[in-house]
C-alpha cells in the first residue's frame, strides 16, 4: 500500500516536533544570553566550542547518512549484495586514520575551511578556484542527488507527489540550517536515533519476512535463509566474472581505489571535517571514534534489506511491477518496496527514519555550501570588510539559494536512471584522486608547490575524462588479465575505482616532479606546522581504534 496510515502519520509528526523543538531550544539557549552570538560566524558556521564527542559522531553519520545509503546502497545490496559494505566498512578505518593524522594538523593550523587551507598552504588563486569548484560540486552533484533520491523514497513509501515531497524535505533543511551549526549538530544526535531505530526496524522485519516464506521464525533462521539463497550476495570481495565487478573490483576495496575515495571524503571535505574543526583535539577524536563504531553498523540498516529484498523478489512475494521502472528492474526500488510492507505505525517510524537521514543530510551540505562561499569567497573576493553580522545573513541567503538551484535542477539529471550510489561515487571519482594528491602532500611534504597543486587538480580530472571516454577508441581488453578492465556490452572499461588509482599516481608523480623542478628554479613553498607529537593519541582512543580495525579484519577474513 503506497500511503501513509493515520498512526504513521502521527508517528511522523511527532517526530517532526521533537526535533523541531529541540533545535528552537538550542537555537534559543545559544543566542539568549548574549544576543551578539547570533552574529558570530564562527559560532554559526562551526559552532566552534559547543558541540560534545557525542554530537560531532553523531552529525558527521547523519550528514553522511542519507538517501545515499537507504535508497541506492540497498540498491546496490539487492544488485551485488554485501560487497558493497566495503563503503561503510572501510570507512570505518578511514576514520581512525583522519583523526590520528589529518584533524591534528587543521586543528594545529586553525583551518576552518578546505580552501582557507588551501589559501594558506599554496597560494589564494589555488584557494578560490576550488571553493568555485566545491560549491558547483556539493550544489550539482551532492545536493541534487540527495534531494532527489529522498524524494523518490518519500513519494513512493507515502503516495505523495514527487515535487512536493522534495520541496518539502528542502523546505525542512532550511529551517534546520538558518540555526547553524549547534543546532545541527545537536538535533543530529535526535536524527542519528530515530535513522538507527527505524533502519534496524525495517531489517528486522525484512530478515523475518524471508524467514516466515520458508515457514521458519526468528532472525536467526532468516539470516541463515539469506545465505543458503543467496550464498553470492554475502561476499566481500568480488570475482572478475560478476557483473558488478565494474563499480566494485575485486582487490581494489582494500589496496586500491576505495582508499582515495575515503580519504577524500573524510578527510578533505568542507561537509565531513566541518563537524570536527570547531572542537578541540580529544573531543574532535573521540567524536570521529564514535563514528567510525557507528559506521560499522550501517551495512546491517541499509545493505541486508536490499539482499533480502532481492530473494523476496527471486520468490516473487512482492506483486508484479513494484521493482519496474522503465520496462526492467530498477534495484533502487528496494528500500521503498520493502517500507511499504511494514505494519502500520512502524512503517510511520521508518518513514521517520528515512526522512532524518535525508533533512540531516541536506542541512549539513547546506551548510558547508553557505560556508565555503561565505568564508572563502564574499569575504575574501566581494566584501572584505564585511560585519559578523553581514556574514551570517549571507551564509544564511546561500542556504536558501543553494536548495532552490538543487530543487530545481535535480530532476533534469537522471539520477534515477543510473543508479544513485553508483552517480555520486562515479562523478565524484572524477575530482577526487586530483583533490587528495594537492592535500596529502600539502600536508606532509613541504616542498609541493602551488603549481604543483593546480597540475593536480586540473590534469587528474582531465586524466579522468580520458580514461572514461578511452574504451570508445582504443581496446584496453590487453588490461582484463590484470584485472583492470571488464566487458560492458563487448567494450573493455576501466572500473572507476581503478582509473581513480591511475589518475592519483599520474597526480602525486606529476606533482613531485614540478615541485622538484621549481625548487631547482628557488620557487618557494609554505608548509603547514606539523607538530608530530599530536599524530599520538590517547590510550581509549587508541583501544577503541584497535577494536574497530580488529572487527573489519574479522569480517573481511569471514566473509571474503
Known amino acids: 500500500m503506497h500511503q501513509l496510515a493515520r498512526l504513521d502519520y502521527i508517528v511522523f509528526f511527532v517526530y517532526f516536533i521533537i526535533v523541531a523543538g529541540y533545535g528552537l531550544w538550542v537555537y534559543r539557549r545559544k543566542t539568549g544570553h548574549d544576543g551578539s552570538l547570533e552574529g558570530d560566524s564562527k559560532d554559526y558556521f562551526l559552532a566552534e566550542g559547543s558541540l560534545t564527542w557525542w554530537a560531532i559522531g553523531s552529525s558527521l553519520i547523519a550528514s553522511n547518512i542519507s538517501a545515499e545509503q537507504f535508497v541506492a546502497m540497498a540498491g546496490s545490496g539487492f544488485k551485488m549484495g554485501l560487497a558493497i559494505a566495503a563503503y561503510e566498512w572501510m570507512a570505518a578505518v578511514t576514520l581512525v586514520i583522519v583523526a590520528v593524522f589529518f584533524i591534528p594538523v587543521y586543528l594545529k593550523n586553525r583551518i ?17 578556484i576550488m571553493a568555485v569548484f566545491w560549491l558547483l560540486l556539493y550544489v550539482i552533484v551532492n545536493l541534487t542527488s540527495i534531494l532527489y533520491l529522498g524524494a523518490i523514497a518519500a513519494s513512493s513509501v507515502s503516495g505523495l507527489n514527487l515535487n512536493f515531497c522534495m520541496y518539502g524535505l528542502a523546505i525542512c533543511a532550511v529551517i534546520i540550517t ?7 549538530g545537536f538535533t543530529d544526535v535526535i536524527q542519528v536515533f530515530f535513522l538507527i531505530l527505524g533502519g534496524l526496524a525495517t531489517t528486522y522485519l525484512a530478515i523475518n519476512l524471508v524467514s516466515e516464506h520458508y515457514g521458519q521464525t526468528g532472525i536467526l533462521n532468516g539470516l541463515h535463509l539469506m545465505y543458503s539463497q543467496a550464498t553470492d550476495h554475502f561476499h566481500l570481495i568480488l570475482k572478475r566474472d560478476n557483473p558488478s565487478y565494474i563499480d566494485l573490483p575485486g582487490m581494489t576495496v582494500l589496496l586500491g581505489g576505495l582508499w582515495i575515495v575515503n580519504l577524500n571524503y573524510w578527510g578533505c571535505n568542507q561537509y565531513i571535517t566541518q563537524r570536527a574543526l570547531g572542537a578541540d583535539l580529544p573531543t574532535a577524536r573521540g567524536g570521529i571514534l564514535f563514528a567510525a563504531f ?27 511491477g513494484e521493482f519496474m521502472q522503465g520496462g526492467e528492474v530498477n534495484p533502487d526500488r528496494a528500500y521503498p518496496v520493502l517500507l511499504n510492507i511494514l505494519p502500520v505505525g512502524l512503517k510511520g517510524l521508518s518513514f521517520a527514519a528515512l526522512t532524518a537521514a535525508v533533512v540531516a543530510s541536506l542541512a549539513g ?8 562561499f561565505t ?9 572584505p570588510q564585511a560585519s559578523e553580522k553581514t556574514l551570517v545573513n549571507t551564509g544564511k541567503i546561500a542556504v536558501i539559494v543553494a536548495m ?6 535535480a530532476p533534469h539529471l537522471g539520477i534515477d536512471k543510473k543508479g544513485g550510489f553508483t552517480y555520486i561515487q562515479e562523478y565524484t571519482g572524477f575530482v577526487s584522486p586530483g583533490i587528495f594528491a594537492m ?12 603549481t604543483a597543486a593546480m597540475f593536480a587538480t586540473i590534469g587528474g580530472f582531465l586524466l579522468s575524462v580520458v580514461f572514461k571516454f578511452l574504451p570508445g577508441f ?15 556490452n563487448g567494450v573493455y572499461e576501466i572500473p572507476f575505482l581503478d582509473r581513480m588509482g591511475f589518475v592519483f599516481i599520474f597526480c602525486i608523480v606529476g606533482m613531485v616532479i614540478i615541485s622538484l623542478l621549481e625548487a631547482k628554479r628557488g620557487t618557494r613553498t609554505g608548509g603547514l606546522e606539523v607538530d608530530t607529537s599530536l599524530f599520538r593519541p590517547n590510550p581509549t582512543f587508541t583501544a577503541g581504534a584497535l577494536l574497530i580495525i580488529g572487527i573489519v579484519v574479522a569480517l573481511y577474513a569471514t566473509l571474503w
Open 112 to 128: 576552518f575551511t578546505m580552501p582557507q587551507f588551501l589559501h594558506q598552504r599554496y597560494n589564494g588563486t589555488v584557494a578560490m
Open 439 to 450: 592535500f596529502i602532500l600539502g600536508f606532509f611534504w613541504k616542498k609541493a608547490t602551488s
Open 178 to 184: 538558518l540555526g547553524g551549526m549547534k543546532v545541527i
Open 474 to 488: 582504443v581496446d584496453l581488453s590487453f588490461l582484463a588479465p590484470l584485472g583492470f578492465a571488464v566487458p560492458v
Open 375 to 383: 568564508l572563502d569567497i564574499y569575504k575574501k573576493a566581494i566584501n
Open 365 to 372: 551540505k547546506a551548510n558547508s555550501i553557505a560556508t565555503i
Open 404 to 409: 532552490i538551484l538543487g530543487a530545481l535542477i
Open 294 to 320: 557507528l559506521k560499522l553498523m550501517m551495512p546491517i540498516i541499509v545493505v541486508l534489506p536490499g539482499i533480502a529484498a532481492y530473494i523476496l523478489y527471486k520468490q516473487d512475494v512482492f506483486g508484479a
